[in-house]
């Protein structure tokens, strides 16, 4: 291949790059991953059969995780691959994890949001230049330091958690809790645990801080919403002429069920889901093909007004009703 552009991307013996002619055109507007093939004594090639760069580097990094002969370290003399955390870059070992476990997951945009605010950490480091203690080149080893961990709270706290459009705008904002930033360590030590117990273990070190425990980082209760608050709470989610369904329905749910606000979101009638049906007094919080987690209370008691709206005729009868029957019906 041409040597005109630089790599994209480079991992192991792996690069990302374009492939192109003699006079520096492309061939084909897709990326490939090239390494060096010592038995043919020449360069391959793969497609990956897309031009966008994220999808292109995830390929590389799953072919470079298929083949067994890449690895961070070596041993000079046996040649077997070691667990060396002083040699496997933390990016890797996020975008292994990733791979392996997170994408996985039901979570799994919770995941990649947590991680993303750690890379955007090392972007921050990398960016100050020889004042960054971090970056980019941030080893296993050095994230696995109360140093790094100290260094990241006191960056995470100063940046506000941001909700944005489909068109990329910020539209609401708000100052990062202590309790949102523990989080985001707790998924950065399952990734460093993740590297340690890897078959064959590719880092030797694990984290030698923990999370901050619940009652230091979450603000204590001192007041409770009563019956008048709900009551304006619900006039206002089901006046007429305003789309604040989704908010009625998240009421009308969180009172019937007495669930924690993540668990009501994530309420779904869907009959793949097996998490309702008509007529059940339940609903499950814990969905169809879900590992059950450490929590013991997954089901929860649902009154008819609770479930009122499922079915989809209901639904259906309801959207059609005028505003004033809407109301009167309670969605």
């Excluded at 330091?145 to 609401?172: D, K, M, Y």
């Excluded at 709900?230 to 006046?239: S, V």
């Excluded at 329905?249 to 309702?276: M, N, Y």
Aim: charged content about 20%; overall charge positive.
């Amino acid at each position: 291949m041409s040597r005109r552009s630089p790599p994209v991307y480079r991992r192991g013996k792996y690069w990302l790059a374009h492939d192109e002619r003699a006079d520096g055109t492309r061939r084909t507007p897709n990326l490939y991953v090239w390494w060096y093939d010592s038995t043919t004594r020449r360069e391959r090639s793969s497609s990956t059969g897309t031009v966008d760069e994220a999808a292109a580097i995830l390929a590389l990094d799953k072919l470079y995780l298929a083949d067994n002969g890449e690895a961070p370290a070596f041993c000079h003399a046996c040649g077997q691959s070691l667990a060396q955390a002083q040699t496997y870059l933390l990016t890797d070992a996020i975008a292994d994890y990733k791979i392996e476990w997170g994408d996985t997951r039901v979570s799994a945009d919770t995941i990649a949001g947590r991680l993303a605010h750690v890379v955007g950490f090392l972007d921050a480091e990398q960016s100050l230049g020889a004042e960054g203690r971090f970056g980019h080149a941030t080893s296993c080893a050095a994230a696995c330091s109360s140093v790094f961990v100290h260094a990241f709270r006191a960056w995470s706290r100063l940046q506000p958690v941001e909700w944005r459009n489909g068109e990329g705008e910020v539209t609401v904002s708000r100052t990062r809790s202590p309790a949102a930033t523990e989080a985001l360590i707790a998924q950065l030590i399952a990734v460093l645990n993740h590297a340690a117990n890897a078959e064959p273990p590719r880092s030797d070190k694990r984290p030698i801080y923990t999370p901050l425990p619940a009652r230091q980082v979450q603000r204590q209760r001192r007041t409770r919403i009563g019956v008048e608050e709900l009551a304006k709470m619900f006039t206002y989610a089901a006046e007429p002429d305003r789309q604040r369904g989704s908010l009625h329905a998240f009421l009308v749910a969180s009172v019937c069920t007495i669930a924690r606000p993540g668990a009501v979101v994530d309420i779904s009638v869907a009959p793949d889901r097996e998490q309702w049906w008509p007529g059940a007094p339940t609903i499950d919080l814990n969905p169809q093909g879900r590992t059950q987690n450490k929590s013991i209370a997954r089901f929860y008691p649902c009154c008819r007004c609770s479930t009122a709206g499922c079915t989809p005729n209901t639904r259906r009868t309801w959207r059609s009703s005028p505003p004033s029957v809407q109301v009167a019906a309670g969605w």
